[in-house]
């Protein structure tokens, strides 16, 4: 079994749709670090699991420099993304997404 582990920085902006009186809800930005997480037990023909620039150009020709409530249909909260990385990128299971220091998130596939 191969693990490729492609960690990346996002700069975006986004405002978050809450049922609750929020400051998140007032638009603002963050540097997202996003790492993401691909397995398999094959390699391509190119001896790779997916190539580390692939997972980069998927995810940053997105997101980067965006603002996410124009990207995505969803509430852009940190758990959504990391739901819609690991979807978008081939042999994904495991996606982490860190909004600050204190602030992280992980998605993996059941
Ligand atoms: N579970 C989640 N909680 C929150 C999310 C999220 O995506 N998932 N997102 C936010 C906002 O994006 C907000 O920008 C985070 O603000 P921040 O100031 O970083 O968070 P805190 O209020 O916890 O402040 P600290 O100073 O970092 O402690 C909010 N919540
Ligand atoms: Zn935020």
Redesign the pocket.
């Given at each position: 079994m191969y693990t490729v582990i492609k960690r990346m920085e996002i700069s975006a902006s986004?405002s978050?749709s809450l049922s609750y009186p929020?400051?998140?809800e007032n638009l603002?930005g963050?540097n997202w670090i996003i790492t993401v997480y691909c397995r398999s037990k094959e390699l391509d023909e190119c001896g790779m699991v997916v190539d580390f620039s692939k997972i980069k150009k998927i995810v940053k020709e997105q997101m980067d420099h965006r603002h996410l409530n124009e990207v995505f249909s969803f509430n852009p909260?940190?758990?959504n993304i990391a739901r819609w990385v690991c979807e978008q990128v081939p042999h994904c299971f495991k996606v982490e997404v860190r909004?600050?220091e204190?602030?992280t998130?992980i998605y993996e596939k059941d």
């Open positions: 986004h978050l929020s400051k998140c603002h963050h909260t940190a758990e909004e600050s204190g602030n998130v």
